[in-house]
T-cell receptor, first 120, second 113 residues
Framework: DGGITQSPKYLFRKEGQNVTLSCEQN?????MYWYRQDPGQGLRLIYY???????QKGDIAEGYSVSREKKESFPLTVTSAQKNPTAFYLC???????????????????FGEGSWLTVV | SQQGEEDPQALSIQEGENATMNCSYK?????LQWYRQNSGRGLVHLIL?????REKHSGRLRVTLDTSKKSSSLLITASRAADTASYFC?????????????FGTGTRLQVTL
């Protein structure tokens, strides 16, 4: 089955700990993303990557780190510097769009099932 | 920052009725997408409309886009209990070749029997 696999589904973090959320995709997509969702809210972009060994900060990158050593994998580390990490984390992937403006292919983003992180 | 704002925040209707959700955004866009999220799950893409399109249909879904008003609407016709979910609009700011989506706050739709 093609798709995006996130693990673990539920994770508990103690104060001061770093934790890593796994994201693997077998869709052969070049671009991968991490979003954070707080209860009753929309999604906010943490980091994204368009190619192996390269990634860019999103809107709320502080306290998070990522790596992209393989095309299929884009793990997210929530560091102790993230003061309010309790949230639902969503990984996503897409192919790269072509064209400009309204003529661009505007690629669909495919999401994993998410990981719940709670600070205890 | 949240680019899109959905209205209403919550909507409760009976099965068979139509559901209309609206989305407003702030800056110029290349395209706008609608996604659905069941509680505690990932998001599923529903439909994409480009900035040079005004209306698009997919099954029971109808999306409109008014770039002059910076707004879009999603209509679900003949709703079913299985349509109960949160619906998000997302605007695409294509950065390089990745689709960097900015999501609204969502509309929670409840369809009762």
């Amino acid at each position: 089955d093609g798709g995006i696999t996130q693990s673990p589904k539920y994770l508990f973090r103690k104060e001061g700990q770093n934790v890593t959320l796994s994201c693997e995709q077998n869709l052969n997509h070049d671009a991968m993303y991490w979003y954070r969702q707080d209860p009753g809210q929309g999604l906010r972009l943490i980091y994204y990557s368009q190619i192996v060994n390269d990634f860019q900060k999103g809107d709320i990158a502080e306290g998070y780190s990522v790596s992209r050593e393989k095309k299929e994998s884009f793990p997210l580390t929530v560091t102790s510097a993230q003061k309010n990490p309790t949230a639902f984390y969503l990984c996503a992937s897409s192919s790269l769009h072509r064209g400009q403006g309204a003529r661009s292919s505007g690629n669909t983003i495919y999401f994993g099932e998410g990981s719940w992180l709670t600070v205890v | 920052s949240q680019q899109g704002e959905e209205d209403p925040q919550a909507l409760s209707i009976q099965e068979g009725e139509n559901a209309t959700m609206n989305c407003s955004y702030k800056t110029s866009i290349n395209n706008l997408q609608w996604y659905r999220q069941n509680s505690g799950r990932g998001l599923v893409h529903l439909i994409l409309i480009r900035s040079n399109e005004r209306e698009k249909h997919s099954g029971r879904l109808r999306v409109t886009l008014d770039t002059s008003k910076k707004s879009s609407s999603l209509l679900i016709t003949a709703s079913r209990a299985a349509d109960t979910a949160s619906y998000f609009c997302a605007t695409a700011l294509n950065t390089g070749t990745a689709s960097k989506l900015t999501f609204g706050t969502g509309t929670r739709l409840q369809v009762t029997l």
